[in-house]
T-cell receptor, first 113, second 115 residues
């Protein structure tokens, strides 16, 4: 998973602020997945993106959360008006082509105070 | 329902012993079953995976046993070592997925191997 870079590694936000989490897959890895991991729980799928397209956002909360993966640059997971319940580790995973393993980044630990 | 249930929640094993973690699923559309290993502060890393056309897969000290009729699968770690101490997650993905990335995870098992 060393090829998937996430930043920042740790992010502290006050309630009501915006959080932006970035995921930079290895070159050629055009399938990106975002997951959320609450304390002592498994990872929950949030959204699946390919370059410039959202393929599956069935796990995304309906409000305050959005994701993008532009033609150039990293994938961004954006959380507006954060609340304490958003405190979690957010992981992205990236795959090169269809039917190949997706590799996880080291995650961003978001703390809302 | 898209759940994968994992047990036990935590497991303590002596060095050299066998660690066994079990998972059960309900969605018969699942057709890819990986296990991930996660160390503190790190992302999950794929350990071993199986598809339902085989009942067992072995890679080194790690073995997946798969029972399609019971909708259960398990991870066996032989000759467990202190370095195996980590959180283990089972997962599953549906048939027709475009890549092995949209996974349904179990709740995780914290494995501690005592020297």
């Amino acid at each position: 998973n060393a090829g998937v870079m996430q930043n920042p590694r740790h992010l502290v936000r006050r309630r009501g602020q915006e959080a932006r989490l970035r995921c930079s897959p290895m070159k050629g890895h055009s399938h990106v997945y975002w997951y959320r991991q609450l304390p002592e729980e498994g990872l929950k799928f949030m959204v699946y993106l390919q370059k410039e397209n959202i393929i599956d956002e069935s796990g995304m909360p309906k409000e305050r959360f959005s994701a993008e993966f532009p033609k150039e640059g990293p994938s961004i997971l954006r959380i507006q008006q954060v609340v304490r319940g958003d405190s979690a580790a957010y992981f992205c995973a990236a795959a090169q082509v269809m039917n190949t393993e997706a590799f996880f980044g080291q995650g961003t630990r978001l703390t809302v105070v | 329902q898209q759940q994968v249930k994992q047990s036990p929640q935590s497991l303590i094993v002596q060095k050299g012993g066998i660690s066994i973690i079990n998972c059960a699923y309900e969605n018969t559309a699942f057709d890819y079953f990986p296990w991930y290993q996660q160390f503190p502060g790190k992302g999950p890393a794929l350990l071993i995976a199986i598809r339902p056309d085989v009942s067992e897969k072995k890679e080194g000290r790690f073995t997946i046993s798969f029972n399609k009729s019971a909708k259960q699968f398990s991870l066996h770690i032989m000759d467990s070592q202190p370095g195996d101490s980590a959180t283990y997650f089972c997962a599953a993905e549906e048939d027709g997925g475009t890549s092995y990335g949209k996974l349904t995870f179990g709740q995780g098992t914290i494995l501690t191997v005592h020297p």
